[in-house]
């Protein structure tokens, strides 16, 4: 079996495009249908809980289209640390990731939050963007201060 070439994070520049994820779609669908029944089963009273159903499945239908009207992002990571949205330098931005999952923010003229499922970000890319990401600090700047 031949081995593998190394892979360093110098040599590492990541293309990315972001777009929203099918599984939080899914999610946000089945809030829009089972959140008016989750309140017809409550200990509520009917006459409440018939007034709440509307509102609370407009708020699971107005989220699921906000989510969905988001608009796709082309990111490009270069090894350094630059990073670029839709051919736009963008000076600071942190990438957390927590299991599968990447979360990507930025400030320009306002924030942006990313999130990056496995749906949205397969392994191959997953694994290139933690090589082209800058390392995390391994303890915060909080801590190294002195008490």
């Known amino acids: 079996m031949p081995k ?3 892979l360093s994070s110098a040599s590492a520049t990541c293309r990315l495009e972001w777009r929203p994820s099918r599984f939080v779609e899914g999610w946000l669908l089945s809030l829009l249908l089972l959140a008016p029944l989750a ?3 409550s200990a509520l009273p009917r ?4 007034l709440l159903m ?4 407009c708020a699971a239908l107005f989220a699921l289209w906000r989510y969905r009207a988001r608009p796709r992002y082309r990111l490009l990571i270069h090894a350094d640390g630059r990073l670029r949205v839709d051919d736009v330098p963008v000076a600071h931005w942190q990438l957390e990731w927590r ?3 990447a979360f990507l923010r930025w400030r320009g003229q306002r924030t942006v939050a990313l999130d990056f499922w496995p749906d949205t970000l397969p ?3 997953r694994r290139e963007l933690r090589l082209a990401s800058p390392p995390a600090s391994a303890v915060s700047p909080a801590a190294a201060m002195a008490t």
């Open 39 to 41: 309140l017809w089963s």
């Open 47 to 50: 006459a409440w809980a018939l």
């Open 54 to 57: 509307l509102p609370v499945a």
């Open 123 to 125: 392994a191959r890319l």
């Open 99 to 101: 299991g599968p999952l």
């Open 4 to 6: 593998s070439p190394h």
